[in-house]
């Protein structure tokens, strides 16, 4: 898996995920699994729903496959957490206001896709798998925890499953 650091956008679209792929040169892009660079081509996409803004989107998602080893990765912007129809961004939020000891509401409400099972889905994990990890780096969910979830256990925050996934920086995106 490749996940294509962007700004936090509430609005992701088809259309910005395009926008995404095309300031990639692919072949500049190293392989998460064989560390080889520029073996990359295009393998397919596949359609996958995220939540945003109270409505469920779909997005068509590149994968490609690396000539080398073989292996494919799906490109996902850093917004996406692998496996989640939930944002990166409410999924960390859900973990601020547990560690707060505040409610959900606020979440549901900005984001009415996003009901209590979905919250309780969040914090399982967190308290299961990711309070533990953080604890480990010394960090607080509340802290910038993006690029050291990458760095130390080779996942976006909140990612379950284990498959490598590798962050990079794409040009300016719109």
Not at 15 to 29: G, P, R
Request: aromatic share 10%; proline share 3%; with cysteine.
């Amino acid at each position: 898996m490749i996940t294509v650091f962007v700004d936090n956008c509430n609005t992701f679209s088809q259309k910005n995920y395009d926008i995404l792929i095309d300031s990639i040169a692919l072949n500049m892009l190293k392989c998460p699994h064989c560390e080889h660079s520029g073996t990359f081509t295009v393998h397919g996409y596949y359609c996958r729903k995220l939540k945003v803004c109270g409505s469920i989107i779909s997005l068509r998602i590149m994968r490609v496959v690396c000539s080398e080893c073989g292996h494919t990765h799906a490109i996902l912007p850093s917004t996406i957490v692998p496996y989640s129809q939930i944002r990166y961004e409410e999924q960390k939020e859900i973990c601020e206001h547990y560690e707060a000891k505040s409610g959900y509401d606020d979440i549901m409400s900005e984001n009415p896709c996003i009901d209590e099972s979905d919250v309780a889905y969040v914090l399982r994990n967190y308290r299961k798998i990711w309070k533990k990890k953080l604890v480990s780096l010394m960090i607080s969910v509340s802290d910038d925890i993006l690029q050291p979830c990458f760095d130390n256990f080779k996942r976006q925050f909140m990612q379950i499953k284990f498959t490598i996934n590798a962050l990079i920086r794409a040009n300016h995106i719109t």
